[in-house]
């Protein structure tokens, strides 16, 4: 049966303590317990008080001025020869106000930074197990959706099925007449599924378990992804841009052999399995980088986390690497030892930190927690 576990307080986690998160600050992206909460609000508050008081200061709203007017001597005469009234001279000091925090009060100050590729180091959050009654599973492709349910896709039984965020399956969603290849998130609760040698997509309500739209292009399709405005879909030999607003449909020229693919602040990911590579593009098709490296075998299913690190599954070998967000080096940060087994699909959800990672034998589905940030204490 599958295990239902609640998260941690991160900064108790941190300090090796298993307090159970009861908040998530959507500013800080950290979880916290109720012993943490309230250092944390106290120190938002001193931070936001300091920020404005050094406002202040840099528009030198405390810098002392004095007025001193001397009076001319010749004031007397002021009808005759009077041609001035004297001087006025405006002084100024430096301020001497000061910002002190006393021990007692000082709360904890966490400053977030993009780690390195030598930091990022998944650890095991839980492993789900399919029932029984469902047998093995043939997984083509997953998603986690912004509600924390994660959807799978099996691709012999031609199946949609979504899952609850701990695991537990809830139901079929929808069962289709040609083999799903691969899923994606495109807003509400719309996905769209691609299939194997057949040139359409079809959209998909997972509340209301039905298909709602079918889109045809001029090519087969393989993978799909979504900003929620467009809907990029690649092939074999091309791939189209999809405006969802008025469905145009835009070919993307250069995209030629790209397998699974994300988005990312406007680009487009790939990989390319026949040709062991990595690649970057603009939103137009045009190349930015391309990558290859001797521990990338076969790459097929990719995600990025929230800095922009693409992770690509190496069915090859059975690993999973971060490749680093300009495409210049890698690093293997699952393998076989850790569970990987012929695994066709990754994802990630950018705000938690959670990997999925589902193994095509067995019937175990790994859910990885990725340490995307380091936090320093000031």
């Not at 007692?104 to 650890?123: H, L, M, R, T």
């Not at 537990?168 to 929808?174: D, G, K, L, S, W």
């Not at 189209?240 to 052999?257: P, V, Y």
Request: proline share 3%.
């Amino acid at each position: 049966m599958a295990s239902s576990v609640k998260p941690l307080c991160t900064i108790c986690h941190d300090n090796r303590n298993s307090n159970r998160a009861v908040r998530w600050c959507t500013e800080c992206e950290v979880l916290f317990c109720e012993d943490c909460e309230k250092p944390h609000k106290i120190e938002k508050t001193t931070s936001e008080t300091a920020r404005y008081i050094e406002d202040l200061k840099r528009e030198d709203h405390f810098i002392e001025k004095s007025l001193e007017v001397n009076i001319s001597s010749a004031l007397q005469s002021v009808v005759r020869d009077v041609k001035s009234f004297g001087d006025i001279a405006i002084n100024t000091t430096s301020s001497t106000l000061q910002i002190k925090a006393g021990r007692k009060d000082q709360a904890q100050n966490f400053i977030s930074k993009v780690p390195g590729i030598e930091e990022i180091k998944p650890s095991l959050f839980t492993k789900l197990t399919i029932p029984n009654d469902m047998q093995t599973l043939n997984i083509s492709a997953c998603r986690i959706l912004p509600n924390g349910n994660f959807i799978i896709l099996d691709f012999f039984k031609k199946q949609l099925l979504l899952f609850s965020n701990d695991g537990i399956f809830i139901r079929i969603v929808v069962t289709f007449t040609q083999y799903p290849i691969d899923v994606g998130f495109i807003r509400d609760n719309t996905v769209a599924v691609t299939f194997v040698s057949v040139k359409q997509a079809k959209l998909v309500d997972i509340q209301q378990n039905k298909i709602i739209q079918t889109i045809k292009v001029s090519h087969n399709f393989y993978g799909v992804a979504s900003d929620s405005e467009t809907l990029v879909i690649s092939g074999d030999r091309q791939c189209t841009r999809l405006n969802l607003n008025d469905m145009s449909h835009t070919i993307l020229e250069g995209m030629e052999g790209v397998g699974r693919i994300s988005l990312f602040h406007g680009n487009i990911y790939g990989t390319i399995p026949l040709k062991t590579k990595v690649c970057c593009f603009k939103s137009t098709g045009e190349p930015l980088w391309t990558f290859t490296h001797k521990d990338i075998d076969s790459p097929v299913g990719m995600s990025l986390d929230m800095n922009g690190f693409v992770y690509i599954v190496s069915r090859g070998n059975n690993g999973v690497l971060v490749v680093s967000p300009d495409g210049k080096t890698c690093k293997t940060i699952l393998s076989e030892a850790d569970g990987i087994n012929r695994s066709w699909a990754i994802d990630i959800h950018k705000e938690t930190g959670m990997m999925i990672v589902p193994c095509q034998k067995g019937k175990i589905v790994q859910i990885m927690k990725q340490l995307l940030c380091t936090r320093f204490k000031i």
